[in-house]
Structure formats: C-alpha cells, structure tokens
C-alpha cells in the first residue's frame, strides 16, 4: 500500500538557523498536507497543496509540492522557539476520495536558544 | 482546532476492562476519524466513518470498536482484546468527500495497568 516517509527523524536547529524537512510518497499524490503538533498537544493542520510545483508561504514557513506530486518540503527560516513541535505531512490513500489520509511519522524539531 | 471535544483527558483502566472513549464535534462534519499515536510515532488510523450509521476499519482496528449513531458523534471503544490499548487517542473530522484538511480534538491519554 502507499507509504508516506519523512525525514529526518528528528531535527536539532539553534535558534536563527534554518532547516528543511521532507516527505517522500511511494506513490503520486493528488494532494499533500501538512500539519504541526506542539509537545503535548494534537495536530494543527497547517496548509495544503494541491499542485505541481506548488510553493506556498506562511511567514517563515515556505511548503513546496514536487514537480511529481510524490515529495514535498517544509522549510523554516530564521527558526524560533515556537517552532517547537513535531511537522506531519500527510496524503489521501491512494484508493480513496473521501479524506482519508496517510501520515508520514513526523519530524521532530528542537529548537536550542 | 476547536469544534471537536475529547473526553475524559487522561484515562486510568485496568487489564480487563472495555473502555469508551468520547469525541463530539459541533462543526457539521460527515467523516470523523479515530487515530493512535504512540511516544515518537506518527498516526495511525483505527476507525473512520464518513456518513452517519456507517465506518470501516482503518490499519489498526482489531481489539477496537466504533458507532455513529449521530453525525456529531463518534465514540470509540478499547477493548480488552486490544494488546496493548496504552497510547494517545485523538479524534479528528473533515467536511468529508474531495476535502482532506482534518481538525484534531485534543486527545485522550489512555493507560492501562
């Protein structure tokens, strides 16, 4: 079935780096999400992406969709300690219409001051 | 965020014993989801139903059982054939058919001694 694979696993970044994460899909995707969960918290949907080549920015944040709708990145500039938290992207099944998804195992981010 | 409840927060069960987890949500959604999450893991999906008084399973749904009764409700029960019921529980619903971004409930936090 279709896999939806991150990394890196974990992500240390000094407060001010930059940093990138990425999603990588067995299979061609007809969207990808991608959504936050703070240390203790639930996943807060963060934004999507629905096609080819699609970049879209929220302030640091800059989210890419791959020109094959099978990979996608978060990058974060200037990484601050709100930033804290584990980044899931995330597909639709690949037999499915209704809003089912699959999600990567995350990429946890810690941010040293 | 917001729009869906969970509860209780934290739940103590011992070995043994059927527990029911609840998840309400007053945002008029058609499917509603159950995930698990365990320490450092992504999400994995256990139940979801996408119209009232229907649900299928998802990848993990032996030793768990769900209703939809009514479409703002949809609770999950643990039961004690589930091996290893100690995880985060969180309940998520999207507005259902071509739309995937899914709003999280903030979880409930199962341990089973």
């Known amino acids: 079935g279709q896999q939806v694979m991150q990394i890196p696993q974990y992500q240390h970044v000094q407060e001010g780096e930059d940093f990138t994460t990425y999603c990588n899909s067995s299979t061609t995707l007809s969207n990808i999400q991608w959504y936050k969960q703070r240390p203790g918290g639930h996943p807060v949907f963060l934004i999507q992406?629905?096609?080819?080549?699609e970049v879209k920015k929220q302030k640091r944040l800059t989210f890419q969709f791959g020109e094959a709708k099978k990979n996608s990145s978060l990058h974060i500039t200037a990484t601050q300690t709100t930033d804290v938290g584990t980044y899931f992207c995330?597909?639709?099944?690949?037999?499915?219409?209704?809003?089912?998804?699959?999600f990567g195992a995350g990429t946890q981010v810690v941010v040293t001051p | 965020d917001g729009g869906i409840t969970q509860s209780p927060k934290y739940l103590f069960r011992k070995e043994g014993q059927n527990v029911t987890l609840s998840c309400e949500q007053n945002l008029n959604h058609d499917a509603m989801y159950w995930y698990r999450q365990d320490p450092g893991q992504g999400l994995r999906l256990i139940y979801y139903?996408?119209?009232?008084?229907?649900?299928q399973k998802g990848d993990i749904a032996e030793g768990y059982s769900v209703s939809r009764e009514k479409k703002e409700s949809f609770p999950l029960t643990v039961t004690s054939a589930q091996k290893n019921p100690t995880a985060f529980y969180l309940c998520?619903?999207?507005?259902?058919?071509?739309?995937?971004?899914?709003?999280f409930g903030p979880g409930t936090r199962l341990t089973v001694t």
């Open positions: 139903s996408q119209i009232v008084n229907d649900f």
């Open positions: 995330a597909g639709p099944g690949s037999t499915d219409s209704w809003g089912k998804l699959q």
């Open positions: 992406l629905v096609k080819s080549g």
């Open positions: 998520a619903s999207s507005i259902g058919q071509s739309s995937y971004e899914q709003y």
